[in-house]
T-cell receptor
Framework: SAVISQKPSRDICQRGTSLTIQCQVDSQVTMMFWYRQQPGQSLTLIAT?????????ESGFVIDKFPISRPNLTFSTLTVSNLSPEDSSIYLCSVEANYGYTFGSGTRLTVV | GDSVTQMEGPVTLSEEAFLTINCTYTATGYPSLFWYVQYPGEGLQLLLKATKADDKGSNKGFEATYRKETTSFHLEKGSVQVSDSAVYFCALINQGGKLIFGQGTELSVKP
């Protein structure tokens, strides 16, 4: 199944700044997914990124706060903008593979 | 809407004890069902899956059977090890193709 390289693995950012997270897949995939996992919580889908079109955002998530790029079939970025302490979470990307989903190792973001 | 409900944690067991983590779901049709595991400080790994009723998924000594009649997919292991300490997530893929997670159950195994 697909292998995902996600980076950075962790970062500490000042409030008001932005963080861009990258995911590289070792094979071409149609859709890539971005999730947020708040401390002690389950995963929540932020958006679905398709190559060549705008991402589709879930309720409660907006493009201005979480802009996504999908320049080709193996790569995507998620930016978390105008950071506040409430954005401290683990962010994960995912792709569909073999009747399941494969996840990146996650980016642990701490906003101070 | 579609949802997954897991038993609350944390669950604390002694090594070699029997493990059951309950999972029930609400969904239209016949969703595919999954268990994912998240070891401390790591991302999610697929543990096992089942795609139709009465299927049994198994991996690393863990098992779960897709029970349509009770809309359940309980995770079991006959003898847990300290290395099994992790957070376990039950999940489904619904008719719209979305992956929906339960809230996660933390398992702590003591020597």
């Amino acid at each position: 199944s697909a292998v995902i390289s996600q980076k950075p693995s962790r970062d500490i950012c000042q409030r008001g700044t932005s963080l861009t997270i990258q995911c590289q897949v070792d094979s071409q995939v149609t859709m890539m997914f971005w999730y947020r996992q708040q401390p002690g919580q389950s995963l929540t889908l932020i958006a679905t990124a398709n190559q060549g079109s705008e991402a589709t955002y879930e309720s409660g998530f907006v493009i201005d706060k979480f802009p996504i790029s999908r320049p080709n079939l193996t790569f995507s970025t998620l930016t978390v903008s105008n950071l506040s302490p409430e954005d401290s979470s683990i962010y994960l990307c995912s792709v569909e593979a073999n009747y399941g989903y494969t996840f990146g190792s996650g980016t642990r973001l701490t906003v101070v | 809407g579609d949802s997954v409900t897991q038993m609350e944690g944390p669950v604390t067991l002694s090594e070699e004890a029997f493990l059951t983590i309950n999972c029930t779901y609400t969904a239209t049709g016949y969703p595919s069902l999954f268990w994912y595991v998240q070891y401390p400080g790591e991302g999610l790994q697929l543990l096992l899956k089942a795609t139709k009723a009465d299927d049994k998924g198994s991996n690393k000594g863990f098992e779960a059977t897709y029970r349509k009649e009770t809309t359940s997919f309980h995770l079991e292991k006959g003898s847990v090890q300290v290395s099994d300490s992790a957070v376990y997530f039950c999940a489904l893929i619904n008719q719209g193709g979305k992956l929906i997670f339960g809230q996660g159950t933390e398992l702590s195994v003591k020597p």
